[in-house]
């Protein structure tokens, strides 16, 4: 068992690993190794570099736990080296054929990996070599049962680590490369904030609730051919009492539609198989779209169809896990970071799973009705209920989301906050600023915004 919420159990057949970025400087399986090497645990006497690991967490493969999966007979979900990378690359490629042989012999299990190093993750899995002998150990090694084979394995999930922005662009595009059942992110520790919307289109151009009632108030984006929007317009027009909230409810609720303005390869026409065309998608009701075609300036756009698998293939992401930093020098995390990361997430139709705060969390009473120069503006009960609560978890620090540079890499500072317990009556936030405190990771807890988030992706078929 493991007590990482996401997962139901984890399996170490590599332990071990070097720091690569700002998301390791607090490494807890770093702190754990060193416990375990003082304690003699077998697996932790392997010492790594100062400069970049530290005492028994030098890269060590552990043969003997490479099976044991095998013996797990009813399902589970399973994070595989949860104190190690898989794809490090002290793992010898040998090792993995073995340890994707099991994963392929056990598909009662679900496997979730998780690297930070998805250069040669996408490298090994595009290789029809690597394929060709993690099937050889499956079936040769290890048993596995007589059914069609298929890659990538069903059974496994990819993921990569996004702790801000400068890392998502470097490995989101190398995952989304990789052939995969299922490519999640782990935004954590969540360091900045991460903009994921040229990997997770939204399905609609905003939401239902928000557009407008009349097409006359419509606003389309400037890529879309005027021949397309007045197609729509027309189909979805006063005369027929359909408006655009109409459309965006239909390509979202009913249709299915792949994301709005992603760039996809789709059948130009209809039939059982039209020629390939890529460009940008626009829904227009029913299972038809528009491509509109950027490459082709004497023929703006193609007439296509899609159907669900369409919209799988339209999905770089289908995951997206977040969480703040626990740990003694843990570093906060600004709420509105997770809070962009959820509402990302949920305009994309990509599930959305919220960890934790960390050791830091947001204070949980309101100072909107607060002026620095007059003062509280609110009820005298209002201001002695929100005084009750400021007694027992007052914010002592603002998150101003304020940075500089060091290395290369963005550090936020957190700005304390004079009074203890913090007075409501001289003190307001401006906008963008949160006001938050060091709570500890079990009171800080993982409700966002008053629910919590454990939404599980689905596997592509």
């Not at 040998?94 to 250069?119: E, N």
């Not at 490519?183 to 994921?196: I, M």
């Not at 305009?347 to 934790?356: G, N, P, R």
Request: glycine share 8%; aromatic share 10%.
């Amino acid at each position: 068992m493991t007590k990482i919420e996401w997962a139901g159990e984890v399996w170490n057949p590599v332990t071990g690993c070097d720091r690569v970025g700002p998301g390791c400087d607090n490494c807890y399986a770093l702190d754990m190794a060193k416990r375990l090497k003082a304690m003699s645990a077998a697996k932790y006497q392997t010492d790594g570099s100062p400069e970049t690991s530290g005492p028994g967490f030098g890269v060590a493969l552990h043969p003997e736990t490479f099976t044991q999966p095998l013996r797990w007979k009813k399902p589970r979900t399973i994070f595989v080296n949860s104190m190690s990378d898989l794809f490090h690359d002290g793992v010898d490629t040998p090792s993995l054929h073995l340890l994707f042989g099991v994963m392929a012999a056990t598909p009662q299990h679900t496997y979730q990996i998780l690297t930070k190093r998805p250069a040669r993750m996408r490298s090994l899995l595009n290789d029809e070599q690597f394929s060709h002998m993690a099937r050889h150990r499956a079936d040769v090694s290890y048993g596995r049962k007589q059914a069609p084979w298929v890659w990538p394995l069903p059974n496994v999930w990819l993921g990569v680590s996004v702790e801000n922005q400068k890392w998502a662009d470097i490995r989101i595009p190398a995952l989304a490369a990789t052939p995969a059942a299922v490519r999640f992110l782990s935004c954590e520790p969540l360091l900045g904030p991460v903009d994921l919307t040229r990997w997770m289109s939204p399905i609609a151009p905003m939401p239902a609730k928000q557009a407008p009632a009349t097409w006359a108030e419509w606003t389309w984006p400037d890529w879309v051919p005027a021949k397309v929007r007045h197609e729509i317009e027309r189909f979805w027009g006063e005369g027929q009492s359909r408006s655009p909230r109409d459309w965006i409810r239909a390509m979202v609720e009913r249709e299915g539609a792949p994301p709005f303005g992603a760039t996809l390869t789709m059948g130009d026409g209809f039939g059982s198989n039209p020629p390939q065309v890529t460009g940008r998608f626009v829904y227009c009701w029913g299972n038809i779209g528009r491509l509109v075609l950027d490459d082709e300036p004497n023929r703006e756009y193609a007439y296509t169809d899609f159907g669900w698998r369409t919209r799988e293939k339209a999905r770089s992401i289908d995951w997206v896990i977040a969480g703040g930093e626990s740990g003694p020098r843990a570093r906060a995390v600004h709420p509105d970071w997770i809070r962009s990361l959820r509402d990302q997430a949920v305009a994309a139709d990509v599930s959305f799973f919220f960890k934790q705060w960390g050791e830091w969390g947001p204070a949980p009473f309101s100072v909107r009705v607060c002026d620095p120069d007059v003062g509280w503006q609110g009820s005298d009960e209002e201001l002695a209920a929100a005084k009750a609560a400021s007694e027992a978890r007052g914010a002592t620090h603002a998150h101003t989301g304020n940075w500089y540079d060091e290395d290369g890499e963005r550090r936020y500072d957190l700005h304390e906050i004079g009074h203890k317990p913090w007075s409501l009556e001289r003190c307001a936030l401006p906008d963008g600023t949160a006001a938050i405190r060091r709570w500890g990771k079990k009171r800080a807890g993982r409700d966002l915004d008053g629910r919590t988030w454990d939404e599980m992706p689905a596997v592509r078929a």
